[in-house]
């Protein structure tokens, strides 16, 4: 019996600036492998009404042949984007992604089509999927849209499938836009799936990479960032340029084998494979992103998250509002209000303040030590300069 060879992918739009293929640069990645899967966070579509939002994402449903070409066997849609125009263009793209044999999760035509898992076997192996997301539209009895990010409705789906496969993979788009660090939150949910038979989580959603975590022979992959992205707002924020796909091989024990590909996004909205110096840099930076996260015992702290997220979190959200506002007024208006007062803001902004004192605090404390070390100085020389003085026989 063979292993099983996964390539995950982050966010795809299907979109260059002058229409070349948006994988033509990491053609040669894709061979070998049983499964590709990546998070496809446009509207395949040219119909439906465009939602109020800074940044609604579709392109046209031709392009669904860079995913055919490519040998993309899966793609999540429970994400923020999928319903940017609204039902019909989520049911269109669930349509022509059936059309060219790819299958999906995390949203359908009612809830119980978003909840329903992809299962593949290959090698003799069953491996399973399933989607979920924390922002967008959520699907109900009677409604379309996606799947929920709950913890306890996903509990109950991985305990529905998996005595019916061999490998269990969540998908879930999640966490704070251009952060570096998953929310303790977050690796408290991460650690509870895979306490609960999950064999790899797989993170996007910040559009940044964030830290790895092996956690009981499991691997949690908390955002891989951008593949083939990219929006205004992202060249504003560091390390969007930046993804990661990850090659994840499956024995029949389950314990999973990886190897990580950095990718730098060129301004062509393409991933190049980066190698050498290039991707060694990544790599380090992955290793110091993941040491918060790798005491299998303590989580992340909230004190140091908040800290590090409450900058770009809040700077990028209220660049956000003042656009929505400007173009649609009023309702957007005091959607910014509530969100300012909103519990989790007022954490951000505290997180925001303490971080700002303590950079203060240790401005001042580097001051005080620079001073003391130049008073130090001063005195040293003024001795030096006596003692030569006095050897020399020289009037003090």
């Known amino acids: 019996m063979s292993n099983l060879k996964l390539l995950a992918l982050g966010d795809i739009f299907l979109k260059t600036k002058d229409d070349f293929g948006p994988f033509d640069n990491i053609k040669e990645v894709f061979q070998n492998y049983d499964i590709i899967f990546g ?13 109020p939002k800074r940044v609604p994402l579709r ?13 993309f066997d899966i793609v999540n849609l429970a994400n923020n984007h999928i319903t940017d125009y609204g039902e019909s263009g989520l049911l ?6 059936k059309r060219n044999d790819i ?8 809830i ?7 299962i593949f076997e290959r090698n003799e192996l069953k491996i399973g999927f399933f989607g979920f997301t924390s922002v967008g539209t ?4 009677e409604s379309s849209g996606c799947a929920s990010l709950n913890k306890e409705l996903i509990i109950k789906c991985i305990s529905d499938l998996r005595k019916k496969v061999d490998i269990l993979v969540v998908s879930l788009h999640w966490g704070i836009e251009y952060v570096f660090y998953p929310s303790p939150e977050q690796q408290k949910l991460a650690r509870t799936l895979i306490d609960n038979g999950a064999d790899l989580i797989i993170g996007h959603h910040p559009h940044v990479i964030q830290g790895i975590e092996e956690y009981r022979d499991k691997l949690i992959i908390y955002s891989l960032g951008n593949c083939n992205f990219g929006v205004e707002q992202d060249k504003k924020y560091e390390g969007a340029d930046i993804g990661i796909m990850v090659s994840v091989e499956f024995s029949k024990d389950g314990i999973p084998k990886y190897e990580l590909l950095p990718v730098e996004i060129n301004s062509d909205y ?16 992955i290793d110091k992103i993941s040491v918060p996260l790798q005491n299998s015992n303590i989580n992340i702290k909230s004190t140091f998250w908040y800290e590090e997220a409450s900058e770009v979190y809040l700077t990028s959200q209220i660049e956000s509002y003042f656009i929505r506002i400007r173009k649609y007024r009023i309702k957007h208006f005091f959607m910014f209000v509530r969100w300012l007062i909103n519990p989790f803001t007022l954490k951000m902004e505290c997180g925001y303040l ?5 950079r203060r605090k240790l401005e001042s404390e580097l001051r005080i030590c620079r001073e003391e070390r130049e008073r130090a100085d001063r005195v040293s020389h003024t001795i030096a300069v006596q003692s030569i003085k006095k050897l020399s026989g020289i009037p003090i």
């Open 270 to 285: 393409q991933p190049v494979l980066l190698k050498q110096n290039e991707k060694a840099k990544v790599l380090n930076f």
């Open 92 to 97: 269109d793209t669930m349509s022509i992604l």
């Open 138 to 141: 959520i699907a109900k009895e």
């Open 103 to 110: 299958n999906f999760v995390g949203a359908g035509a009612n």
């Open 354 to 358: 303490i971080k700002k004192l303590r």
């Open 39 to 51: 998070n496809l966070e446009t509207v395949l579509s040219n119909r439906g009404v465009q939602a």
């Open 112 to 118: 119980n089509d978003a909840l329903k898992p992809v």
């Open 59 to 71: 392109t046209n449903p031709d392009k669904i042949v860079y995913l055919k070409n490519t040998g």
